[in-house]
């Protein structure tokens, strides 16, 4: 095994990270929590997008819809977060399969538009219908508690988005590499030949979009409880752009480079916080040339130059099977 392989290298983090709030302070750990919610959502998109070639917007909608779902069952109706979290995902995973019915007629810049409007209407929602939603000016959620546990709330919710984080990057490796991922490269790279070969589109894109949605009603509900706070701005079009641009630098269909992508662009947004003209200068300078100059992103970088990066579409032990490229290879989806 590489020493600096892609498994060394996670272990290692995984390890940093157990360890991070032994060492770093409150604000430290929130941006670590951040980088946490910011990895399942670049996962679920990059599982839509990379892997089942959907060029869809609307992430932020879904991320919103699981994080008001969490918000609003525990305000007007006064359940514990630990019942509303769930159903939070479980909400934001019907949409996704709900919008995933006009992807069966439709593809590349018209879905695109699509599935934007779609969230755009659903920031009207937040914006609008005050009486369920609070309006523009959003809603205070309860503190969670983790009692009886002796942790505090940072720390509880830290290690509670960790265990998630490693649980869905585990279980979506495995999903790409099981016949479900092999069906989701084969409909990106030629919906025809796929159906050829009996694979179900309506089923697949269906799946796609179901997966991506609950990833992002998993990150919105953490996300709500992080901040005690749920409004409208929360889940606009930055945001989207935010979470297209995290796996167009990380790389699109891989899971890894999901993570390092999410962790590159909190960490830049991060660095330059505190001279904000610099920071969205910076951010679309990396776009730019991460789709002009490195349209593989980080992991191709990895791949080509670091044993033990690959990614098979297949698991250890079966080593006669055909090799398929997780990456797309007649054609290119970008933001």
Not at 36 to 50: D, K, R
Not at 53 to 64: I, T
Request: proline share 4%; no cysteine.
């Amino acid at each position: 095994m590489a020493l600096f392989g892609r498994r060394n290298v996670l272990l290692v983090l995984l390890v940093a990270a157990v360890l991070a709030p032994q060492f770093v302070n409150t604000y430290h750990l929130f941006v670590a929590n951040l980088i946490l919610v910011y990895v399942l959502l670049s996962i679920g998109l990059n599982i839509l997008v990379g892997y089942a070639g959907q060029l869809a917007f609307a992430n932020a909608a879904m991320f919103g819809i699981g994080a008001y779902g969490t918000g609003l069952l525990q305000v007007h109706f006064g359940w514990p977060f630990w019942l509303a979290f769930p159903t939070g995902a479980v909400i934001a995973t019907s949409v996704g399969l709900a919008i995933s019915l006009p992807a069966l007629r439709l593809s590349g810049l018209y879905l695109a538009l699509s599935s934007l409007a779609f969230a755009q209407f659903t920031q009207w929602v937040f914006l609008h219908w005050e009486s369920v939603t609070f309006g523009a000016g959003g809603f205070k959620t309860p503190t969670v508690s983790f009692a009886p546990l002796p942790v505090s709330k940072p720390i509880g919710l830290y290690y509670l988005s960790l265990i998630l984080a490693v649980a869905l990057f585990l279980l979506a490796q495995n999903l790409v590499r099981s016949r479900l991922g092999r069906a989701f490269v084969a409909v990106r790279d030629g919906e025809v030949a796929a159906q050829s070969l009996g694979i179900d589109l309506l089923r697949y894109k269906a799946l796609a979009f179901g997966i991506s949605g609950f990833y992002a009603g998993i990150a919105g509900g953490i996300y709500s409880a992080m901040l005690n706070f749920v409004s409208p701005e929360g889940y606009d079009l930055f945001q989207m752009v935010l979470h297209k641009a995290m796996i167009v630098v990380g790389g699109l269909g891989s899971i890894a480079g999901s993570v390092l992508g999410a962790g590159a662009i909190v960490g830049l947004l991060e660095a330059l916080r505190e001279v904000k003209g610099i920071q969205e200068i910076a951010f679309g300078a990396i776009l730019v040339i991460f789709i002009l100059f490195m349209p593989g992103g980080l992991i191709a970088f990895l791949k080509t130059r670091v044993p033990g990066w690959e990614e098979p579409l297949h698991r250890r032990g079966r080593g006669d099977a055909p090799t398929v490229s997780t990456t797309p290879a007649t054609k290119v989806v970008r933001p």
